[in-house]
């Protein structure tokens, strides 16, 4: 098993920038890719971006590409999302993910079909 707990959060106001974390923890030699999703209430849960951890090839959505920026520390088995000039409509939780190798190849780092997840952390935006 592999536990995710994302940290970081918050109010900010448009334009401003958080930095999200997840620190990973179990059998994190498993992990592959991971990623980050956001939900936004009555809204589905939607692609933000993706990191193959090995290598370090990143993945974004159309609305985020430009502003955020994802990252990966290996030795400290920790995923970063620097979100720079936040929009109202980035608003929503935001989850991390991880994702083991056959589930990796089998839907790509944009679905959502993540092996693990996080319990999410709350961004808001204010205009």
């Known amino acids: 098993q592999v536990q995710l707990v994302e940290s970081g959060g918050g109010l900010v106001q448009a334009g401003g920038s958080l930095r999200l974390s997840c620190a990973t923890s179990?059998?994190?030699?498993?992990?592959?890719?991971m990623g980050w999703f956001r939900q936004a209430p009555g809204k589905d849960r939607e692609f933000v971006a993706a990191i193959r951890w090995s290598g370090g090839s990143t993945y974004y959505a159309d609305s985020v590409k430009c502003r955020f920026t994802n990252s990966r520390d290996n030795a400290k088995n920790t995923m970063y999302l620097q979100m720079n000039s936040l929009k109202p409509e980035d608003t929503a939780v935001y989850y991390c993910?991880?994702?083991?190798?056959?589930?990796?190849?089998?839907?790509?780092?944009?679905?959502?079909?993540?092996?693990?997840w996080g319990q999410g952390t709350q961004v808001t935006v204010s205009s």
């Open positions: 993910a991880a994702d083991t190798l056959l589930t990796w190849s089998r839907f790509g780092p944009k679905a959502v079909s993540y092996d693990y």
């Open positions: 179990g059998r994190t030699f498993s992990i592959y890719g």
